[in-house]
């Protein structure tokens, strides 16, 4: 090991090191204890295997050095009154972070039968990966805790989001050399080019070099000290090095390490609010160098385990079987002394609390790791201040997001002094058509700045860097901590988060089942420049397929909404930034659309999510429609529009229905999603026997895969994108895929049974139309006329 | 801008810099071209609204700076006789790297219509991004390219794939600044940490600072320049700066910091190769500062363009009705000259061809970008000496990684002088249980190693970083450039890299439809450590929609395996191995399981992709079954096996027929992809009017999105993971599910008629079963003993 380094003035009394230690021991203690014991948790009697679990779970390795940071956040927020919040980013230690919120009470005012006494500790210690029990990783169950930390990769942008926009915090970081690996935490570094020191927190990285992944050395504990101290300068950090593994020497280095890296977030904190400097500032952090499994058996079985990847998981396996191992364990545990530690009821003696701050201070209180409890509803002006005016279905056209964006300008506005909201995107923005937010607010920066440059702003709110994971990770830890946002991002490229947004999903899942966990907003994803419309991009920006995805999920969480037009758009965001607990996917164009419905009559569509547009059809309600054309999405709606246009004309008898969808978990039984339609109301949407011809705006099949339950589905029959794509025109997307609408009526032509000769002249007329419209657009390079000129009203 | 750099002592005769020059303008020229033109492509006439296209698609911005460095490499190749493939991560300039293949001969050679002279110069032009032409992206139709670009994040994990165990060969990379943001990106610079000097070849990254992305700076353009050396440096690299805006000044300085890069490439190499060294080398790197846009309009309609966002794709708009940008289009083409860089008939005159390689080394031509030209068949041993013997189905237990292992460690052995095969994993390989090629191979890796380190070597050929984006890059990389991988990974996390494996389908989709385009090898993946035995992490770690999302991509390309045993492993793994232009995903698990096929019996079940098991269940041939249990997946197929021994036992007269899917892609229609079953022989398979009970691995609508259209698809009843997860036992994850034995024997009692009184008390017997595992599992924490104790044959 290197030796110590010593960083600024702190000097830790005798007494207040033997505290330290006694705390940081007991939460070792606590933290084997939960790996291993059934009961005898305070070791009252010898250690027989009967006490041992009969399966070792949990993950050693990183404990030590989370329960040495917990221990010395303790001591500067105590000393300080410091407002923080911890992300642990590996939180598969989870008995360490267990542990210290069980030393600092708030464990047991969450989970009353969990007491900080023996009784206490011996259920603390059985319940830890048990059936029954309590997750091995830090989890939505976990008080003081806004991040899980299995899949790695996203403490830091979870840590950034979480100090958006509150001043007074400061979000520690711990980052496993593991898990700086990863590209999104690489990423994450340059957060720091967003966050403003005046109306934002601080974020204290602390990486933690313990050498060892599962079974590798790590890469940044393998470079030299120069050249790793060369990279953290180059993401902006002036690092504050701490490295030892004799303890008092650790503590004395990280108390004054922390005191340095707080002192000076403060100074640049005083002095970017006293307005004496806009220069981007140099934050500290601090590299935390000790032993993987620090303090931990040196040896078992004669191989090297303390300070080595075989500490990762359980480093003494078999105890209940190997009497040499249990008697290891035994001298393990009492290693800590823990006569010293807790009382004969278990309860953790004085010295070893001296550290822990009081009430919301400790680091498991606060509110900020459980954001609902400060959320404020988010202001949403009157929708009637930014739709279109419809009289007539298909007259005016409009650009969906751009007048979306109009409204995000407004809540904009409207939360300048609260700054609760945020939009992200992967500098998308205004490709997206949203940019009228930047009439309200910029777009945070914080790097050079250059004359030619617009709508950059120190105190901006909208977030760009061209990182999907970095704007996901911001916008995750900024709602879990009890704000708003958006995240608007190419449909295609959102797939780039889809593990990220799956653990989301579960931990909101598992949040909305603890009563103690108050709701937050929902994660909004508005899916934009979608796979129909990729004129500059081609094949490479077309992929529909996160609507799957996400359906996959637990479905008390997710939702997907495909409004057709700028009204339905409207109600939508509304509703889904009103919402809580949920992930809503949007997926709206940024082309010009038709108008096809009201304001009110938006809203009316939307609050039912899907139904029947009798202007569209030819019912008259004499007679059952003898065809469904159903369709979900902007391109889709179009084309079924046209389709119905195309049978009117051609097959004026044919009784057709239109239906729009807009919410598509309608589809799914009602036992399966909260908003499933009952077969009865669906049976009579649909009809139980007609055929249904479906236009969806991604993979067919997803309908099927929704739909296969009801009664009708035998003659339900789905067009949509299948991988057919290209850099092409609008129109020629949807022939490729057969979406179009004269497939369309052939479809219908195809499915009707009886329509007699008529029928055959009409198909062919399409067939001619596909056929002309292939010739004409590699002529010209556009679409023809007849599609391109196109108006339901004309 | 900043002072131009020299490094070196390269000096250029006025001469070379006039040809260099000259290929320059020639390459802008053609790059506008692409973007602009329909026709009088050489201007011979007075530019015109209708020698404009209708359709301005395209990216200008980054063009000329590909442009620019391809231009260089052409000197830098020809002078040094050099192997060189260069990856453009900017791949959305599809037009720079159009215009140089065309330049040098290959993209005429590769399609003879668009000749190099006036008249495929035309079609060159016209054909882009035009319908029915080529994409605007660098894509699979691009001579000399293993890269899309349109994504972004990939490309340095691309360079070093190709550069892996390709020691001559010199790996150029484009980095865009913006691609520069992405997480993928971010840690593939730590690639170098597993580079060997002496067997692979050499990555020279261009790290392109043209400023901004869409419409925003970007981040590493705006950091000064001492914070950026640091960061480069902190990556391992020393960084080589080239900027300015004159060009004969920037060509200088261009000129020497290639000549000194590879100067320094090749002095490292001979240091290594000599073994005069094994100190990790600091690779030279060249940061490239040019404006966007460069040489385009300064300005349109005042507002400044080159050097800012507004070049980034179509700098000059409307130009078909705007006679002032019409104006300003044609002074833009004039200002390249391009009477001196064509002839009359359109050809390239001498002095733009001059610095252009020959034959192979040209970067369109060099077979490395068409890695199916240099691909040989993977040596895979002969099966027989890996296969567990199996005298009795479900007798013995074996981990089907472990042995896979054993096969894998072969191949390794079998490769050792070619190195042509690569196992690359995050951090996973020993957990996987696929430790035995650390027999044959070593752990690649060139930085600090300590006497803990075991399997570590500098030449090893098992690639382990924790980013599954680095492994999927590194694999892609490799694959393309012709040579042979497996990425094992655990199950849930494989998510991670949805995005790029979508992007690789389509890469493979595309390029098996292009004749001269020869097949490479499957991307194959390993999915282990998957969704009912994460006991170690429990929710966090409980995904399987990866098959889903794999499932939604082009069938062409797509398959999809889970063998339940060993012996099947085996035999899928020997198939994938062998196969060409797949993405194939198996999933396996790494837990102790039953065999229950000898390999004669694996390979003819894996033949078929799904069969019944006589031997398990009970049919004699007298009598159709009253039921189908059906299973896919190790866990499902111990779960259905033991229904059927429990109804064997309860409902003795029961006709079962049990079913095992090991091909997921055989349930789908034959019209659907190209192995799916026709309707007869599905429908004898699983019958049409029978209730099947199909247990499946991942998510269970999967499988009726698979099976929607098949005549029983009513009776069809699937039980699979529905997101009920934590840390519990085995056992309790399938109950949790629903998945587990009792379950199904209750699903088969529910829905097989007329079993009478007998079932009523089965049905409670299953019931109570169920119940006493509740109370057992969490009393004891283990599984109670007459699941953990059982066996088929027992």
Known sequence: MRKVMRHGRTALSREELGSLDAHWRAANYLAVGQIYLMSNALLKEPLRPEHIKPRLLG??????????????????????????????????????????????GTYSETYPDVSRDAVGMNRLFRQFSFPGGVPSHVAPETPGSIHEGGELGYSLAHAYGAALDNPELVV????????????????????????????????????????????????L???????????LR??????????????????????????????????????????????????????????KGWTGPARVDGEPVEGTWRSHQVPLSGVRDNPEHLAQLEQWLRSYRPDELFDEDGRPRPQVLAAVPDGDRRLGATPHANGGL??????????????????????TLHEPTRVLGDLIAQIMRDTAGRRDFRLVGPDETASNRLQAVYGATGKAWQAEVLPTDEHLARDGRVMEILSEHCCQGWLEGYLLTGRHGLFSCYEAFVHIVDSMVGQHVKWLRTSRQLPWRAPVASLNYLLTSHVWRQDHNGFSHQDPGFVDLVLNKSPEVVRVYLPPDTNTLLS????????????NVVVAGKQPCFDWLSLDEARAHCARGAGAWDWAGTETGERAPDVVLACAGDVPTQEVLAAAGLLRRHLPDLVVRVVNVVDMTRLMPQEEHPHGMPDFEYDALFTTDKPVIFAYHGYPWLVHRLAYRRTGHANLHVRGYREFGTTTTPFDMVVRNDLDRYRLVMDVVDRVPGLGVRAVAVRQAMADARTRHHAWVREHGVDMPEVADWSWAG
Chains 1, 2 share one sequence.
Request: glycine share 8%.
């Open 59 to 104: 993950h050693w390795g990183t404990s030590p050095g989370l329960n040495l940071v917990h221990t010395h956040l303790n001591r500067v927020i105590k000393a300080r009154d410091l407002s923080a919040l911890c992300i642990w980013g590996p939180g598969h230690g989870g008995p360490a972070v267990l542990a210290n919120s069980w030393l600092e």
């Open 172 to 219: 520690a970081c711990v980052i496993g050399d593991g898990e700086a690996e990863t590209g999104p935490l690489a990423a994450s570094w340059h957060s720091n080019k967003l966050l403003d020191p005046v109306h934002d927190g601080a974020v204290l990285p602390v990486l933690h070099l313990n050498g060892y992944k599962i079974a590798n050395p790590t890469v």
């Open 221 to 231: 504990a393998r470079l030299p000290r120069g050249e790793l101290d060369e990279l």
């Open 234 to 291: 180059g993401y902006g950090h002036e690092p504050l090095h701490v490295a030892g593994d004799e303890p008092a020497e650790v503590h004395r280095a990280m108390a004054a390490a922390m005191d340095l890296a707080l002192d000076r977030i403060a100074a640049i904190q005083r002095d970017a609010r006293a307005g004496r400097t806009t220069e981007r500032p140099r934050w500290p952090m601090i590299v935390l160098r000790t032993p």
């Open 374 to 395: 400060l959320l404020r509803d988010l202001p949403v002006a009157p929708l009637e201040r930014f739709a279109v005016p419809v009289d007539k279905p298909g007259e």
């Open 572 to 583: 939508v965001a509304d509703h889904v930034l009103r919402s809580r607990d949920y992930v």
